[in-house]
């Protein structure tokens, strides 16, 4: 189906029905909250029953944006519901905790490019920096005005799946809707503050422990770093986020790789400065992504899981070489 077709037909949804249940996919990130909760304002605001349904508790530096007034983490027995929005899941994988017992159909918005289509409608649209923007798009095609609550929400969703604006996937429509989004009343040095300057201290020791122990391989284009989950427990912290991203920002690293011992699996995070394509990898191993940042779950254990990692991109150091 055209984009513009997809994105009527959901518009039309939304119009003509009154009972909404939004999921970010599990244990959801900047993006995921911060377009539930821009979707759920506008939804509210053109009268709909509209709640977020989230079994994950906010990381602590989205935890700043007021959801209460729609998060839930369980539902009645005989809920009714005209249609489930999914927002920023690949798959339905990514659902799975949540999905049980519902039996309205599937909206589908999403800018994964390995997103597989699974809603009874869909918007997929991997040009898109964030499913923020295309939350944005909806959100005007919805007629309804953009509030100051909206637009933080939105701003959020867009700064942190961009890196602040940094990674390839940032465009010229990214900023346009970043500048307009500025322009509503957001407090840009507060959203800043909560995302980016507000690091636990027992995150940052965990952060630090962790990273001490990094090995590098393939001449250094390879940063491979590893939680296990008696890291978590002597530091009393189970955020890992932002450890990747921190082994990319090395000099010769093209590809940083994050492995989690987390709930009985091995859980693999992986960022690449844009040379070598990161989802190509984790669609190998029934995972998703995007060329910067993509992810797996394995069963083969922390040591079988680094050597297989280290095996699929030994040869990047010699990439690293031809670009200086
Ligand atoms: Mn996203």
Redesign the pocket.
Known sequence: MKRTMMKNSIVEAIVQHHDFLIMPHMHPDG?AVGSSLALALALEALGKNVRVFSLDPIPYDIAFLKTQNFWVSTLEADVALDYVIAL?ASDEGRLMDRLDRLKAPLINID?HKTNTGYGALNWVDETAS??GEIIFELIKALDVPLSAAMATALYVAIST?TGSFMYANTTKRTHLIAGELLGLGIDLEGINRHLYQNIPMNKFRLNAYVLEKAEFHALGGLGLAVVQAEDMKRFNCTNTDNIVEALRNIDSVEVAVLVVERDGLVKVSMRSKGAVDVSEIALKYKGGGHVNAAGFSSELGIEETKDRIIKEFSAIGFRTDHHQ
Request: glycine share 0%; proline share 0%; charged share 50%.
């Open positions: 993006d920023d800018h964030a499913t799946d």
